[in-house]
């Protein structure tokens, strides 16, 4: 479905990302694991058109390498950012109405989804999404993702600063997620969550991917196990 072939960026004279190759097939989930500043980010938006970039990337065999944001998304790519982003001076219902702009025809049913995946939001809806807890904050950002029926859903530090409460309820929505086969690439610093819920993974160490390989192969490898799962 995606196919990320010699992607390379610079901010500056900084070389965040060295030429990297990976690819995300229909139905899995696939995480990028690495420590802070290793380009986990700088993936992700290179992915959906917000930075400048070299390298080739094919979305449904379509070259979106030129694409700007807009038309990227249009094709099918949401990403739910890091720090959540919404839009604290909206309701948390125009916050998710605003994530189906793209989409035409009625959009009840997915929202009704969405409200059943996280009733909190249900129960908030005309709360200004400001007034959401952090956790809940990134529950809207996915539900507001998840509105544009994403083909391919872009996930960056879900757990980020989260009580430990929260990141339990958002990676069980990613399992959830998982189980019905949305196809998702999840960006985490915590290893060994993300392992949890994914088919396969690649580790990113400044800019270059080290190691790749399925999820239940790097849980069982030594340096692995060592660098990234505290063990
Ligand atoms: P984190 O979890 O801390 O966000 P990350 O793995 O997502 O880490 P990136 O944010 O992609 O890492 O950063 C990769 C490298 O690029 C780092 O060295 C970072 O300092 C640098 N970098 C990121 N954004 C910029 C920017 N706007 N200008 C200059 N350098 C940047």
């Not at 500043?37 to 938006?45: C, D, I, S």
């Not at 189906?100 to 929202?111: G, V, W």
């Not at 999404?129 to 029926?149: D, I, V």
Request: glycine content about 8%.
């Amino acid at each position: 479905m995606l196919k990320v072939n010699k992607l390379d960026v610079y901010y500056g004279n900084i070389h965040a990302i060295k030429e990297i190759n990976f690819h995300v097939e229909e139905g899995e989930t696939i995480c990028l694991v690495g420590a802070n500043g290793a380009g986990k980010t700088t993936t992700l938006q290179s992915i959906s058109g917000l930075i400048p970039k070299s390298g080739k990337l094919e979305f449904m065999g379509k070259n979106i390498s030129k694409l700007k944001a807009n038309q990227i998304t249009a094709l099918g790519i949401a990403q739910v950012p890091e720090g959540r982003r919404v839009f604290t001076g909206l309701s948390v219902y125009d916050n998710l109405h605003l994530g189906s702009f793209l989409i035409k025809e009625d959009n009840t049913k997915i929202l009704n989804r969405i409200y059943q995946m996280f009733p909190i939001l249900e129960e908030r809806k005309n709360q200004l999404a400001g007034t959401l807890s952090g956790g809940e904050q990134q529950m809207l950002a996915m539900g507001r993702a998840l509105m544009s029926r994403p083909k391919l859903l872009l996930l960056d530090e879900p757990s980020m600063g989260l009580s430990p409460l929260y990141v339990e309820k958002i990676f069980k929505v990613i399992e959830m997620l998982r189980e019905e086969k949305i196809t998702m690439l999840l960006v985490e610093q915590n290893a060994n969550l993300a392992l949890e819920v994914s088919d396969r993974a690649y580790v990113l160490e400044t800019g270059k991917i080290v190691k790749e390989g399925s999820a239940k192969e790097l849980k069982n490898d030594p340096t692995i196990k060592t660098a990234y799962l505290g063990e």
